[in-house]
């Protein structure tokens, strides 16, 4: 069996069985195409193994994440008689991942800030409105959620009588109920209010968040209007010792205030 068939085995396998298994996939999809996908699984040396999992620059934590996606794959070969052995190098002889440093944590002088920021510094974004924006800051900090989970809430998904979010199928499969505080609450409603007035979709599966022509918010658009609202906000992007801020920086945020809070 080659190389490709092998991986396409595996991958269709852990889909079978559930998982999104998407980075990994490229990483062995990576693998295939720098190895040889055609050719055959034994033929593979532990040479290989080394020579991709240290890349070209400095060592870096996925190399460990390159190791343990092709540790999986290999186990998954040997059971299936796809390989008759493991050309994996021993992990013991691995280098040590280096430390990552800690997230940002924002300060709640730094929160009032961006807030502030948020709430007038989007004239220049053509698709992403103030209100808008600004209520997708306050859910990532207010009720803790992901970036990814508060773009794709649904109207359904937010329930004012009961200040409730329904947060389905997120990471790990898994979902949840947020309850949210009264003054998050209020900013639901306002919101709920604005949108009502704005062209954007009708229905309970549209979602909750939405650009001016109606279509969800993407990645790129929140990330570049984050940027641009901390550089508004003053707030500097190389703190000592810990990690430059992103949008998930909110939701340690939010985590760390609530246990010092505590």
């Not at 040590?96 to 924002?106: G, Q």
Request: proline fraction near 5%; charged fraction near 25%; glycine fraction near 8%.
């Amino acid at each position: 069996m080659t190389l490709r068939e092998a991986v396409d085995h595996y991958v269709a396998w852990q889909r079978d069985h559930g998982a999104k298994f998407h980075s990994s996939a490229q990483t062995l999809d990576t693998f295939c195409r720098r190895i040889g996908g055609d050719r055959d699984c034994d033929t593979v040396e532990e040479d290989h193994i080394r020579r991709f999992l240290a890349g070209k620059g400095a060592l870096t934590r996925t190399r460990a994440v390159k190791y343990g996606t092709l540790d999986g794959f290999y186990s998954f070969a040997l059971s299936r008689g796809h390989v008759s052995r493991s050309p994996m190098p021993p992990r013991e002889a691995e280098p040590r991942p280096p430390e990552i440093a800690p997230s940002f944590i924002f300060t709640r002088e730094e929160l009032r800030r961006l807030f502030k920021a948020a709430g007038g510094g989007r004239k220049r974004c053509l698709k992403l409105d103030v209100e808008t924006f600004r209520t997708f800051l306050l859910l990532l900090y207010g009720a803790g959620l992901r970036s990814g989970e508060a773009r794709r809430l649904t109207v359904a998904d937010v329930d004012l009588d009961s200040a409730v979010l329904a947060v389905n199928d997120t990471k790990f499969y898994k979902s949840r109920l947020v309850p949210v505080g009264a003054d998050l609450s209020g900013v639901l409603r306002s919101y709920a209010a604005i949108r009502t007035q704005l062209p954007l979709p009708e229905g309970s599966a549209s979602t909750f968040l939405a650009c001016r022509d109606g279509s969800p918010l993407n990645k790129a658009i929140v990330r570049n209007a984050f940027h641009a609202t901390l550089r508004t906000a003053g707030i500097g992007t190389s703190k000592p010792g810990c990690r430059a801020p992103c949008l998930h920086s909110l939701r340690h945020s939010f985590a760390t205030h609530r246990l010092t809070s505590w």
